[in-house]
């Protein structure tokens, strides 16, 4: 099994910053792809930004130049800095992880979501 565990949403006014993490643990052999998707209320969920293992790292158009994604591979941890956050960055944020397993399974896991509020 893969537990993902997220860290860092909170309550911030716009212009102000926020980093998150999501820390992998449990039976993993490697990373194919590690991510951060956000949902606001009564919108679809959407890709904020991804990186894969030996290709791009993929940003939505409307971050790009204040968010990055970043990880630790020695900890198996994503982060995702945040800056000039708007108050259209108000969202859930759920961190997405794609990987195989130590026995060759290949998985595609979710972080439990965590609440990022800007105020103006």
């Known amino acids: 099994q893969v537990q993902l565990v997220e860290s860092g949403g909170g309550l911030v006014q716009a212009g102000g910053s926020l980093r998150l993490s999501c820390a992998a643990s449990g039976s993993i052999l490697s990373f194919n792809a590690m991510g951060w998707y956000r949902q606001a209320p009564g919108k679809q969920r959407e890709l904020v930004a991804r990186?894969?293992?030996?290709?791009?790292?993929n940003y939505a158009d409307s971050v790009k130049g204040r968010f990055t994604i970043s990880r630790d591979n020695a900890n198996n941890t994503v982060y995702l800095r945040m800056n000039s956050l708007k108050t259209e960055d108000t969202a859930v944020y759920y961190c997405?992880?794609?990987?195989?397993?130590?026995?060759?399974?290949?998985?595609?896991?979710w972080g439990q979501g965590t609440l990022v509020t800007v105020s103006s």
């Open positions: 997405d992880v794609a990987l195989h397993t130590t026995t060759y399974r290949y998985l595609e896991v």
């Open positions: 990186i894969t293992t030996g290709g791009p790292t």
